[in-house]
């Protein structure tokens, strides 16, 4: 993904500059790029395909100093990876922008842009707002109200840094669908797609909202926001550890994670939603062309990631109207496997390492189109430097940073939320979706962290329920549908760290023979969105009840499902039932977490089992 750094003060801050993308390499890239205001009062840059490391072997040879800059690591989403196309874009010799995002309108922009007589030379989406910039500037010469005017055009999302030789006092920022945050220091100011690029240089922070603009000097900050008024954002101290590797105020990273989802989900959208429909280019340049090839999926992935992959069925099938077969890889890799013609093939990893899912990603690669090879193949997947996404055509990063949990938890909601985005983007370009279905979707996708956050505020009444459990060896949990790979997932959980023996069906299928299983001693978790199978559901839970099994059960509070005699209801949050997948998980994962924690088992790292499983 995209990063973003910039700086203005009265040091050289080359150095800063090139730290920062450094620091954010983790999130995966192929070219980065630096543009700095000279001693000479002069815009010059230097950029890279490649590593950091090579834009910074070219400063060693052609170094670059000036108190004013900014700085990219592009991941090519409009025109291929290149030179040309890395960032900075100038337009002109004095005016420079950086750009994470994606602009929607950009071919209708570009046209306009060119019959003024601008010439592109570069295939991005992110030249055409460099252009209408300098084209505002002729008539607004102020910078600051120029960006905040000719904003206003850009439709899509975009989080974006400018610099002018014109104006070298000042560095601006703009935020929409993608993240900047201001880095505040003394006597300099810094900014950045995310704070860790700028932690070497600060520890205060301030973050942009949706809509804002900044205008970022070395003496201060002066905001606005999106209605054009100035604003103050709060500044924000960071105490060393409070992220990624600490557990802060939670006893267990596993809970942590549990609690980061309504953030990392919001993080995994941005920048990929336009107005009512999905951004397809945040899939990379080619996305759309090979999309509208697509026949057939095949998906590929081990454990919980597996499971992502099963809900993503139901998906594609149903709103993509895509064939799609799916298989653990361990299983895969080793068969002689018959290839629908233009079939995708879909790996999906949180690590991007796991022996079997890139062996199986090999095999797929090594079948030559003569052999009824895959049409290409895509990585969902957590981290960017990984083999998988290395080794695959396109890829879609998860945004859910480290998970340090051996349990998955945060990689499985933002692999739906991912795999949420493929499939509308499959239907969007296949002509297959229903335009208004697809804006409903986008709508619900935006508030899906809240209705997470809500999911989450019921963590004392899953805790109080996990009491059932603390006696017990065994644990059915059902679900129909898209919530059977839910139930399978909680099984899992439970499984991994409570050591609690655990089975998941779908619910139909009880009585075709684990209903002999059912007693008192045998807890049923159940996941019921209010949807076409509840009135199913709810004759299946008869069944358990009539045979004396306890039941817990997840349910829509419009569902009429109530407590009763050995009928424990939580009553969830009312959400699109195609979300649902991700919403049912998460009090899954807290009762898994609160039962492992009354059997008092190494919840973080359960016995047996690896982070990241690089061996057969
Ligand atoms: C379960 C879990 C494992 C992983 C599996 C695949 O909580 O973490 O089942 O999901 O080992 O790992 P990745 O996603 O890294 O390929």
New binding site residues.
């Given amino acids: 993904m995209c990063g973003i750094v910039g700086a203005v003060a009265e040091r050289n801050i080359t150095a800063v500059l090139v730290e920062g993308l450094k620091r954010l390499e983790y999130r995966g890239y192929d070219s980065a790029g630096v543009a700095l205001l000279n001693g000479q009062g002069q815009l010059e840059r230097r950029r890279r395909v490649g590593k950091v490391s090579e834009l910074q072997a070219a400063l060693n040879d052609e170094p670059l100093a000036g108190r004013l800059g900014i700085a990219h690591t592009r991941w090519a989403t409009h025109g291929a990876p290149s030179e040309r196309n890395a960032h900075p874009h100038f337009s002109g010799q004095e005016l420079a922008v950086v750009h994470n995002g994606i602009i929607e309108n950009h071919e209708q922009l570009r046209a306009q842009l060119k019959d003024l007589g601008y010439v592109f030379s570069s295939d991005t989406d992110t030249e055409v707002i460099v252009h209408l910039l300098e084209h505002t500037l002729k008539t607004q010469p102020d910078l600051t109200a120029a960006l905040k005017e000719a904003v206003k055009q850009l439709h899509g999302a975009y989080g974006l840094a400018v610099i002018s030789a014109q104006q070298p006092d000042r560095l601006l920022a703009a935020r929409s669908g993608s993240p900047l945050v201001i880095g505040l220091g003394l006597g300099e100011n810094f900014l950045a797609s995310d704070q860790l690029a700028l932690r070497q240089v600060t520890d205060r922070f301030m973050y942009l909202e949706e809509g804002d603009i900044a205008e970022i000097r070395r003496d201060g900050v002066q905001i606005w926001d999106v209605d054009g008024k100035p604003v103050q954002r709060e500044s924000v101290q960071y105490h060393e550890g409070a992220e990624a590797a600490d557990k802060g105020e939670f006893r267990h990273f596993m809970l942590k994670e549990i609690f980061e989802q309504p953030k990392v989900v919001q993080r995994t959208l941005e920048g990929r939603l336009g107005s009512n429909q999905v951004l397809v280019q945040a899939f990379g340049p080619q996305a759309a062309e090979l999309f509208a090839k697509v026949r057939n999926v095949q998906i590929v992935?081990?454990?919980?990631?597996y499971h992502a992959g099963m809900v993503a069925r139901y998906w594609l099938e149903e709103l993509a109207g895509i064939p799609c077969q799916i298989e653990v890889a361990s299983e895969f890799r080793y068969r002689k496997v018959v290839v629908q013609p233009d079939t995708l093939f879909i790996s999906i990893?949180?690590?991007g390492e796991?022996a079997d899912?890139l062996a199986a990603l090999r095999n797929a690669k090594a079948l030559s189109p003569e052999q009824g090879g895959y049409l290409a193949s895509l990585a969902i997947c957590n981290v960017g430097i990984s083999s998988l996404v290395r080794e695959s055509d396109l890829c879609l990063l998860t945004q859910a940073g480290p998970e340090i949990g051996?349990?998955?938890t945060k990689?499985f909601t933002t692999q739906l939320v991912a795999l949420m985005l493929l499939t509308l983007s499959l239907g969007q370009v296949r002509g297959a979706l229903d335009k208004q279905l697809e804006a409903e979707l986008v709508d619900e996708l935006r508030r899906l962290p809240t209705r997470l956050d809500e999911a989450l505020a019921m963590d004392a009444v899953v805790e109080k329920i996990s009491e059932l459990f603390a006696e017990k060896h065994h644990a059915l949990f059902l679900g129909r549908g898209a919530q059977y790979p839910v139930a399978m997932e909680g099984a899992?959980?439970l499984k991994?760290i409570s050591y609690i023996h655990a089975e998941a069906y779908p619910a139909g299928e009880l009585k075709h023979g684990p209903l002999a299983l059912v007693d008192s001693d045998m807890p049923v978790v159940t996941v019921a969105p209010n949807n076409e199978l509840l009135e199913k559901l709810k004759s299946n839970l008869q069944e358990v009840r009539a045979r004396g099994g306890e039941l817990i059960v997840f349910a829509d509070q419009q569902a009429g499902m109530s407590n009763g005699e050995g009928t424990h209801v939580v009553n969830m949050p009312h959400i699109h039932d195609l979300l649902a997948p991700i919403l049912y998980t998460l009090p899954l994962q807290l009762l898994s977490y609160y039962v492992a924690v009354l059997k008092g088992t190494d919840v973080d790292q359960p016995r047996n089992l690896a982070k990241?499983?690089t061996v057969e």
């Fill in positions: 992935a081990c454990g919980t990631s990893s949180q690590s796991t899912t051996v349990a998955s990689a899992l959980k991994e990241s499983v």
